[in-house]
Antibody, heavy 115, light 108 residues
């Protein structure tokens, strides 16, 4: 069974950093592009970042470019999102997701940026 | 990027009625890579439909998707009490992935 489990969400002050993880099971992470999507409280879904199968290609939403870094460890079947210079508007549930014919999402991890 | 516009914003219906939700894209969606999700408060999005018309595993057959190009539809043939929720469309054929703003299906 394909599973994605996010972790690492927390309460952090503006300007702080956080590293999210997404552990994959039931499939080889190395075979797929992986994505991060976020949802602010009461708002819709917004794509954040993506990475190709070997980590050589990445792209970001304008709102996070230069502050967030997506990476992966295929040996550990884990995806990461390093989040620096966090802002109040980054507060959201962060989901990892992938397309393997059908689409698979994790349950999300909550990041709260507040003083 | 492809902009997805969902209509209506809110749909007020009674259990047993038919729901028709629309998703219109600003340009053609590649290979019908269009998905529909259901989301309830405090929960992750639940995949209903992928590839415009393929039901995801475990999704009841009262949910159906249709369309191609720029116009897509999610139909719920007879609303059950558990179907009242927010529904999102997503295109995943072009980068970046984009999502519609959502349609809320509420009890009339």
């Amino acid at each position: 069974e394909v599973q994605l489990v996010e972790s690492g969400g927390d309460l952090v002050q503006p300007g702080g950093s956080l590293r999210l993880s997404c552990a994959a099971s039931g499939f080889a992470l190395s075979s797929n592009w992986m994505h991060w999507v976020r949802q602010a409280p009461g708002k819709g879904l917004v794509w954040v970042s993506r990475i190709n199968s070997d980590g050589s290609i990445t792209s970001y939403a304008d709102s996070v470019r230069g502050r967030f870094t997506i990476s992966r460890d295929n040996a550990k079947n884990t995806l990461f999102l390093q989040m620096n210079s966090l802002r109040v508007e980054d507060t959201a549930v962060y989901y990892c997701a992938t397309n393997m014919g059908s689409l698979y999402w994790g349950q999300g991890t909550l990041v709260t940026v507040s003083s | 990027e492809i902009v997805l516009t969902q209509s209506p914003g809110t749909l007020s219906l009674s259990p047993g009625e038919r729901a028709t939700l629309s998703c219109r894209a600003s340009q053609s969606v590649s290979s019908s890579h269009l998905a529909w999700y259901q989301q309830k408060p405090g929960q992750a999005p639940r995949l209903l439909i992928y590839g415009a018309s393929n039901r995801a595993t475990g999704i009841p057959d009262r949910f159906s998707g249709s369309g191609s190009g720029t116009d897509f539809t999610l139909t719920i043939s007879r609303l059950e009490p558990e179907d009242f929720a927010v529904y999102y469309c997503q295109q995943y054929g072009s980068s970046p992935w984009t999502f519609g703003q959502g349609t809320k299906v509420e009890i009339k």
